[in-house]
């Protein structure tokens, strides 16, 4: 119903900035859409996947306490897209950022994204 197709990752030095891109692509209406709250994650190898950023209809967010004031989470409804500007990145940023959709109205339903690989060198 919903499909997540992620873009932006790669090879970045310490100090370095990337922006991720998450475009929604599905048969409903952009209206719809935006209904959706969106988020990042990340998981690095050997550990648990963590929260990096979510961000709702209206525009709250909300960070993972390691990446609050360098990562900035928004989004363009108009375009069904969200983003994340990662800045002054840091070797263990390194991690597959997963995209996330999801739906809260009357029941809970998620979208993941494929994935893509962040990886930051010293």
């Known amino acids: 119903q919903v499909q997540l197709v992620e873009s932006g990752g790669g090879l970045v030095q310490a100090g370095g900035s990337l922006r991720l891109s998450c475009a929604m692509s599905s048969t409903m209406s952009s209206s719809v859409l935006s209904l959706y709250t969106m988020g990042w994650y990340r998981q690095a190898p050997g550990k648990q996947r963590e929260l990096v950023a979510t961000?709702?209809?209206?525009?709250?967010?909300n960070y993972g306490d390691s990446v609050k004031g360098r990562f900035t989470i928004s989004r363009d409804n108009a375009k069904n897209t969200v983003y994340l500007q990662m800045n002054s990145l840091k070797v263990e940023d390194t991690a597959v950022y997963y995209c996330?959709?999801?739906?809260?109205?009357?029941?809970?339903?998620?979208?993941w994204g494929q994935g893509t690989q962040v990886t930051v060198s010293s």
């Open positions: 996330n959709a999801r739906w809260a109205i009357i029941k809970v339903v998620d979208y």
């Open positions: 961000i709702t209809k209206d525009a709250s967010t």
